[in-house]
């Protein structure tokens, strides 16, 4: 059997014409929505995110601005700079790139966004609303995850969901919406034992932990969906070789999945890249509108 791929690169795309379009309706009765992305010090892989996110905002409509504060900021920069941005009436979303400089306090920089402009649903207000199903701004990635799971009709009622990982970005907002779909969810951590057998009960199986191929063919179930998240960076080209034979590269990225065993086992799978990642974008721009569209 080989698995169906599940193009999310295609879907993000279809996703950001709709936004596009709602954004355009919008801003022909009030004002184009506007982003502030805030990007502290000097992280590479940081900067080609926001490369992404801009980009998408302006194939969008959506207004971006970027603040880069320097890799010396305080926590008390940061906090001044959140303030103020809340405080403007043209920003609709504020996101603040992780990781930031160590030396300042994400915590309490991510508590000072108002929830109201908390695109990345990471507020414990809007985590709140998610647990209790109220109304609110849901982490990107995860509600990425569920448009592709429901735009490609698989269903997710009444079926076993197995998520490896309990981060509060990725795998407890995809459990709870998983959840709130009604499928019976188990969570994994790095304190899970046995989890290959775990996991092996899956029909939807998403990966989220942040380890290069982890999840292999003792892990998948025969014909399981399984959702990759992980975006690791393979560094040699003998280890290419080994998961993409045939790919002449010395580093390429790869999942936490490791795609042969999808490939021969999963009924259908996210690529990386081209499955989730694109998804996340594309829901950052739903956000937005979202948000702007509420205030
Ligand atoms: P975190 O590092 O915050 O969380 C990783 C989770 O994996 C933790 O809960 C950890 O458990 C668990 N874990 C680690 N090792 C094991 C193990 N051996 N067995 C079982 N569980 C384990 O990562 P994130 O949730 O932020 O991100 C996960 C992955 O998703 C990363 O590769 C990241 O790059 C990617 N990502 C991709 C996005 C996209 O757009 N596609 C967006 C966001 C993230 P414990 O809690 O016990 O430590």
Known sequence: MSARLLDGLSLAAQIRAEVAAEVAAF???RRAPGLAVILAGDNAASAVYVRGKVKACAEVGIRSEQFSPPATATTEDLLRLVRELNQRD???GILVQLPLPPQVDAAAVLLAVAPAK????FHPLNLGRLVSQRPGLVPCTPRGVIELLERNRIEIAGR???VVGRSDIVGKPMALLLLHRHATVTICH???PNLAAVCQRADILIAAVGRAAMLDERHIRRGAVVIDVGINRLPTAEAVEMYFPGQKRTSTLIG???PRAACTLASAFTPVPGGVGPLTIAMLMANTLQ????R
């Open 118 to 121: 908390d695109v990345d649903g």
């Open 256 to 258: 936490d999945v490791d």
């Open 27 to 29: 801003a022909r009765w």
């Open 160 to 162: 076993e969901a197995v």
């Open 190 to 192: 790095s304190r899970t």
């Open 90 to 92: 043209d920003v609709d």
């Open 291 to 294: 948000a702007a569209v509420a």
